[in-house]
């Protein structure tokens, strides 16, 4: 092999000097960003709101197996509403999808992601929400990310409660309306913004129809009818109320606050109720969905919502529409537990109706050696704190099933009050 000239040796020891150079600047910026990070942590756990995963190894459900723990643990902290996770009708119907429509498109819907289940679950949706339209998403988070964006221009406004879902105030922060938010379920706060907003082109009120974090419900009524006297669209989230709250469980918020039909927009999610696997929508007027298709971001860059999640979803559709006892099951459970907590000295925050039944606690570290307290004697629930709730909000946000039995509500409570007591939370 020929021997390199003094060219060649100079260059090839300065490529040397610069990678070496370049390399010492990358380990450096490496290092500091891990120092940040670092600290970032620490700050988290010392203010006690750091967040530790558990890991189940068993099917959703009103008990589950825990890693690193013996026996089935009562489960009272999933959105399982319904109890259909795992019901077998449910898992049947996500293995025979398997089969016939396969694991997954590999594309987004427009380019070749779009089988004939998509379209009848989106009809069946449409229907059961008495909406002349619908559109999947691949969660409900995306499809609050896709519809502000697409439906309002900077000649219009949008007015946001201020406690809304971080995924409608994300959504809210993409669209070039002008953007409010009026005090929590304040309606003079409101009247004021529409008031305020008269001359935009369009206004939409933006609500949860259920606050996730404190269970409480939307004033919808009357949100309504501020909607009809200052000509504003109403758009509710209804995560936390499709398929089991109202008196059949069918409308949500709609139904419990006896308004259906007169709610504009409907975004809701099939992986809470209606089935827990994954998914969400947009029901409403068939030019918006339309529009949707053609311009919502999320839609047309995210892959296809799974065949089997969509044949599992349309099952647990099909069991809401056939079945109003699951939501009565629900209901009941809710009240017997809300009852014996607070008959036990407990505060527990949210509408009476609904089942999630947030335990107030205040401190954050409180909430948290609560809760594995709680995993100690068999009862598996989270705390919540900053920034999931406000400073100073931490509790233990309860969720009641129709999976569970008047046996596993009662033996939560005595957990509750084992634990309570011994935190001395309660005498």
Request: hydrophobic letters at 35%; glycine letters at 8%; one cysteine or more.
């Amino acid at each position: 092999m020929a021997a390199l000239t003094t060219r060649q040796l100079f260059c090839q020891k300065g490529k040397s000097y610069l990678t070496g150079v370049i390399q010492q600047h990358r380990e450096s910026s490496i290092a500091a960003a891990r120092n940040i990070l670092d600290k970032e942590l620490e700050n988290i756990k010392s203010a006690g709101t750091y967040k530790n995963e558990r890991v189940i190894t068993s099917q959703q459900g009103r008990s589950i197996n825990v890693q690193g723990r013996k026996g089935g643990i009562l489960n009272f902290c999933a959105n399982n509403y319904l109890g259909l996770s795992s019901h077998p009708e449910v898992i049947e119907a996500g293995k025979k999808a398997l089969d016939t429509h396969g694991a997954g498109l590999s594309s987004v819907r427009f380019i070749c992601g779009t089988q004939d289940i998509h379209k009848e679950l989106e009809a069946k949706v449409a229907q059961f929400h008495g909406k002349e339209d619908a559109i999947l998403y691949i969660s409900c988070f995306d499809a609050n990310a896709g519809i502000f964006e697409t439906l309002l221009s900077p000649e219009d406004a949008v007015i946001s409660d201020e406690l809304n879902h971080a995924s409608i105030i994300d959504g809210i922060r993409l669209c070039k309306a002008h953007r409010l938010r009026y005090k929590h379920r304040d309606l003079e706060d409101l009247q004021n913004h529409l008031t305020s907003t008269k001359g935009c082109r369009q206004r939409l009120i933006a609500t949860d129809g259920v606050f996730s974090m404190d269970g409480n419900v939307a004033p919808l009524r009357e949100i309504c009818d501020l909607a009809d006297k200052h000509d504003a669209l109403v758009f509710i989230d209804e995560c936390h109320a499709t398929g089991f709250f109202g008196p059949t469980g069918r409308l949500g918020t709609e139904e419990h606050c006896d308004v259906t039909g007169r709610v504009d927009i409907i975004n809701s999610t099939l992986g809470k109720a209606l089935g827990g696997a994954a998914g969400g929508y947009t029901a409403g007027p068939k030019q918006l969905i339309d529009l949707l298709r053609q311009r919502s971001r999320p839609y047309l860059f995210s892959n296809t919502l799974p065949p089997p999640v969509v044949a599992c979803a349309s099952k647990a559709l099909d069991l809401v529409m056939t079945n109003t006892e699951l939501p009565k099951k629900v209901l009941t459970n809710t009240q017997r537990f809300r009852t014996r907590m607070v008959d036990a000295g407990f505060t527990v925050a949210g509408d009476p109706c609904h089942p999630i039944c947030p335990v107030m606690l205040g401190d954050a570290r409180l909430a948290s050696q609560f809760a594995d307290q709680m995993l100690d004697i068999g009862i598996y629930v989270i705390g919540f704190s900053y920034p999931v709730v406000p400073k100073g909000k931490a509790r233990i946000r309860v969720q009641i099933s129709a999976a569970h039995s008047e046996q596993d509500i009662d033996k939560a409570v005595d957990a509750f009050i084992k634990i309570g007591r011994n935190l001395k939370v309660i005498q």
